[in-house]
Every structure is written in C-alpha cells, then in structure tokens.
C-alpha cells in the first residue's frame, strides 16, 4: 500500500521544525559562551565607603607612638603629617560613681542633680590652656582650649573597675570623681586635645575659656548618670606650625611625655554613657 501523502508531508514539516529548533539552540550556546567570555564594558564600580572617624582608642595609640619618638628623640614629623586633617570623635567619660557631687571646686567636668525637682546641671570647662607645658613654646599660637583626658590608659570610654578585695582586707572608698582634677598627676602619661588658635584664625571660633553648660529638667523618677556621662568632641585634626599633630614634651628622662593632640573641634556634645542620650550639643557652624 502507497504511504499517505499527507502523513509524509506532516512528517517532513516535524523533522524541518525539529532541525530549526537545534540550529536555534546551538547559536544561543554559541553567543552566550562569546559573551561571557568578554569583560563586561562600562559596569558600575563599587564605590568607597568613608572611613569612620578615629575614635578615642585610635588616638591614643597615635598618641603612644609619638610619646615613644619624642621620648627617643626621633624627629617623626614625616610620619604624623597624615594625620593631618583626619576626622575624629573623641570620648571623655566624667561623673562614673554616679553620685550628686558638690560644686565648690569647680572642676573641669561635673554634674549634679536635685533629686525632689530632677534639674540635671552639667558642666565641661575647658582646664589645657597655652600655660600648660605641653603646649608652650609654639611660635605664632596666641591661644590654647582643650582638655586634659582623665585615665589615658583606658582605650574605651568607661569608667574604672573596682579592684577586688584582697582577703579580709576592706576596699578603700575612692574620693568622688567629680571633686578631682581632671589632669593626671605624678608619673601616670599626661594625655590632652586641644585647640591651638594662631593670629590668622577667626577669634569667633575660640570660647576664650567659656565652659560648656546645660541646665535640664528631668524625671526625678528616671535613672540618670548610672554609669557616668561622656563629653564628646569630634572634629578634624590640625597641624601645629611646627609640623606635628602630636606635640610630646618630656619633663624628665625617666617620666612618660605629656602629650597633646591639636585639633578642630567642630562640634561637642554632652551625653548618658548608659543610653548614649544626647542631652546637650554645641557646634562650632
């Protein structure tokens, strides 16, 4: 018997679709093995991310390695010229016992709460000035505003372990913090930042000594200041005229230099170390 005609021609029209179907396919392969081995033109590059600003342990690490030069008499101005205009947040901690200290000496950083009507006063008074060791001697500096940093030796803002007791032996109530100096005494290193106004600086930057104040009413039943308050400065730093960031000046050859970073503060602010709440702010804009 004669095959159909029309199932021949059914036949042909599925084995010609069949044979587009493979050619199809096999040119797709060959364009997409071609484009994926050529570099991808004008494709978006990763764009940097801002470093974060040098925060109080990076600082004070700087700080040891310019103590160290100044104390060998190694000249490390080349080495601290990058520092020059980094930004920087800093972090001072005050007020760790937590207890409404008094006001009589007026130091540098304190606080106080009246615990019937919840006024919360907070007080950073400048205490490094041009008179400090440190930072005498710059040739063409009319003024220095910084601060004395309390236990350098911290690389976090916190406030102090308590030593534990030794046998029977009773722990000694330490003097409340907020009636001490904030500037370290004796052989502990001496750590500072400050601002260092030359003639040619606007005089509206400088406070000419001028605490930082606030006065806040509170909830007397909120906690406040149980684990202290930190003093915040952040800004850029600034290289002095003699060609350091870092100034070092030893008084003796077996004590640790005194240190003081030179900066811009562009802006300062007060807050809860607990919460980080910012109570208080001041910019320099």
Known sequence: MLPNPN???????????????????GEANREADVNASQPVENAP??????KPPMDRAALLLTVAQARSAAAAGIDDREAQRAL??????????????????????????SWSIDPKSGVLRLRAAPDLSEDSEAAKGLQG???????????PWLLNAACPAKPAP???QPIEEEPNPASTP??????APKVGIAQFFTATDPRTTRRDHRPYETVEKRDPRAPIGTQGFDLVLSGR??????????RCVASAPDLPPACVISAQFDHVWIDD??????IADWSSS
Not at 84 to 109: M, N
Not at 273 to 278: D, M
């Open 237 to 246: 730093l600034r290289m002095l005229p003699e060609g350091r960031v870092v």
């Open 141 to 151: 500096v009319e003024a220095v505003e910084g601060f004395w940093l309390s236990r």
């Open 273 to 278: 170390a607990a919460t980080r709440e910012r």
């Open 84 to 109: 020059d205009g980094k930004e920087f947040e800093l972090r001072i901690r005050f007020g760790c016992e937590g207890s409404a200290p008094g006001d009589e000496k007026k130091p540098a950083l």
């Open 182 to 187: 904030i500037e370290p005494t004796g052989a």
């Open 166 to 168: 030794r046998g029977d």
């Open 45 to 50: 590059s990763a764009v940097p991310l801002p």
């Open 7 to 25: 199932a021949r021609h059914l036949a042909c029209l599925l084995l010609l679709a069949g044979l587009s179907a493979c050619r199809q396919s």
